[in-house]
């Protein structure tokens, strides 16, 4: 199989970051094609932890090409000090392409960011406040600026000036409020002028850059950031993030007809979690749910934020691999939930009064579902188990129930942090 669509099945945070690496060993491209530095991927090797937000997870490997294709939003000064800090702890970026195509987050989508999230009040959406809806919304709009805009002084310098009028106007007039620094067009510019240098040698076609290695038979990695349920069509809308994480997004972002993709793989955790509001049915608000979240350290690599963790919805994650047609499943962090009497999976709702099996059309009836539990047997640690066979019969059992009710095969199983704690059933790519 040469091209694959690493997806993740929940709200993000799944480990798939730690999937991804462990799958770039064997692929030639590392693809990101959505979101921008909303995401955070925590990756652990040799003892030494990398946390990436824009870069690809398979920076780390030097002799892999990694692409930041068409559909990722840039915040190019965030970009740069990420390139700047790995060549600090002695890596090399030269294996790095960027997409012209790709729009840009600029300070004054962050500003508007913030606004946004600030007005809505308790009916905030909880977002990064990294500028990523309003970078989207200036693209939708055909108003935004993209990485090429960089290089042609005379066109940045209009377009820049045309959204800082636009955006001076909504930010003083809408929410009575000010951003000098962030409407300074002056600044911007010369502050764009300056990273445009440190983005000039990384920049080509992407689309044709995995093109050519589709046809010569290279492998070929799409890693998807946040998760299936923060899709702007097909998550639990509004409460969302505004591109399309889901392996049909792949194809818009990177520029690669669905002809091309073999397969696609969907990550999950053995529980949920979400950063940010919305409805979460498997929600556990006491002490249990602050034990998962200590024990399997759901903080938010991007903003610290603590996450929402619960039972494993196995409604949610069979959603998912419709939405993504997804071939194989990666569970993750199974050892988190090692060591508990007993462990349940959702297996469906009861919906004001009615009992449903799949996610409701509408997310806004979501709020209202009352999950349905399997209750299981819990297991023992999982330190140093490497094999599936090595695995607690009770864990085993837990892993089969999710294959059965999603009907999808569970190819790899993450039982730790580090590389080497991964069990895998089937190679793939
Ligand atoms: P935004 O993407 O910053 O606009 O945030 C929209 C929603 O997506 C919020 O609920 C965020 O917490 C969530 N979100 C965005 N990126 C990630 C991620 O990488 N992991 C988990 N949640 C995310």
């Not at 067009?185 to 992407?206: K, S």
Request: negative net charge; contains cysteine.
């Amino acid at each position: 199989m040469s091209a694959i669509v690493v997806v993740g099945g929940q709200w993000g945070d799944e480990g798939k970051g730690k999937i991804t690496d462990y799958l770039a060993q064997r692929a030639d491209l590392i693809v990101r094609y959505q979101g921008g530095n909303n995401a955070g991927h925590t990756v652990v090797v040799d003892g030494a932890e990398y946390k990436l937000h824009l870069l690809p997870s398979g920076i780390l490997h030097s002799n892999k090409t990694c692409i930041i294709a068409s559909g990722v939003v840039i915040d190019p000064f965030t970009l740069a000090e990420e390139i700047r800090g790995l060549e600090r702890q002695g890596l090399t970026t030269a294996n790095l392409v960027i997409s012209p195509l790709a729009h840009l987050v600029l300070p004054y989508h962050l500003e508007l960011d913030s606004l946004e999230e600030s007005r809505r009040g308790p009916r905030a959406l909880g977002t990064t406040r990294r500028g990523i809806g309003p970078a989207y919304q200036d693209k939708t709009a055909r108003t935004g600026l993209r990485v090429a805009d960089l290089f042609d002084l005379d066109r940045l310098a209009i377009k820049l000036a045309e959204a800082v009028a636009e955006k001076a106007a909504i930010i003083r007039n809408v929410y009575g409020s000010d951003a000098p620094e962030a409407l300074d067009i002056a600044y911007l510019g010369r502050r764009l002028r300056e990273i445009a240098e440190v983005l000039r040698p990384y920049l080509a076609d992407t689309s044709a850059v995995i093109d050519a290695a589709l046809r010569e038979g290279k492998r070929v990695l799409f890693e998807g950031a946040q998760g299936t349920l923060l899709d702007l069509d097909f998550g639990t809308y509004p409460y969302v993030t505004s591109s399309h994480p889901t392996a049909g997004g792949a194809c818009i972002g990177a520029g690669v007809g669905p002809t091309r993709i073999d397969s696609v793989l969907g990550v999950v955790k053995a529980y949920t979690s979400r950063v940010g509001d919305g409805p979460f049915p498997t929600e556990l608000a006491g002490k249990l749910g602050q034990y998962i979240r200590d024990k399997g350290h759901e903080y938010g690599t991007t903003t610290g934020r603590p996450r929402r963790c619960g039972w494993l919805d196995l409604v949610l994650v069979k959603y998912a691999a419709r939405i993504n047609g997804m071939d194989y499943l990666a569970l993750t962090k199974l050892d988190t939930l090692a060591e508990l009497p007993e462990v349940y999976l959702c297996t469906g709702y009861e919906l004001d009064g009615e009992e449903i099996d799949d996610v409701p059309l509408d997310p806004a009836d979501l709020e209202r579902c009352v999950p349905r539990y399997v209750k299981l047997e819990g297991w023992p640690a999982l330190e140093g188990v490497r094999a599936y066979e090595e695995l607690p019969s009770a864990a085993r059992r837990y892993i089969e129930l999710i294959e059965d009710f999603v009907g999808v095969e569970v190819c790899m199983v993450s039982v730790g942090r580090e590389r080497e704690a991964t069990i895998i059933r089937r190679e793939l790519l």
